[in-house]
Nanobody, 125 residues
């Protein structure tokens, strides 16, 4: 399994970015796809997740109403639309796959087995 994250960059506060995560290596019909972020000196934290099928969406309270996770099943790609960005959103963003045989919670990083390389998001004030 390979995950390729892209779309990060430098943006002013209030701006928007759209992250993409292209997955390959097998089918993902029963997985959960998640986005996490890690700021310097902080632990990796949950941002958003979606089931590959079924239309379930989960968000951290800190991004609810500003970020939207979506997917394109035909392209095996998951997106994270980030609007109303704040300086505290600055972090490296990672996409990850939680296989169906892992019963851990979707917001718990150890529940995810495969990780992308990360993409830097920097929000200036």
């Amino acid at each position: 399994v390979q995950l390729q994250a892209s779309g990060g960059g430098l943006v002013q506060a209030g701006g928007s970015l759209r992250l993409s995560c292209a997955a390959s290596g097998r089918t993902f019909s029963t997985d959960v796809m998640g986005w996490f972020r890690q700021a310097p000196g902080k632990e990796r934290e949950f941002v958003a997740a979606t089931s590959w099928s079924g239309g379930n969406y989960y968000y951290a309270d800190s991004v609810k109403g500003r970020f939207t996770i979506s997917r394109d099943n035909a392209k095996n790609t998951v997106f994270l639309q980030m609007n109303g960005l704040k300086p505290e959103d600055t972090a490296v963003y990672y996409c990850a796959v939680k296989p169906p045989y892992n019963s851990g919670q979707y917001y718990h990083a150890p529940s995810y087995e495969y990780w992308g390389q990360g993409t830097q998001v920097t929000v200036s004030s």
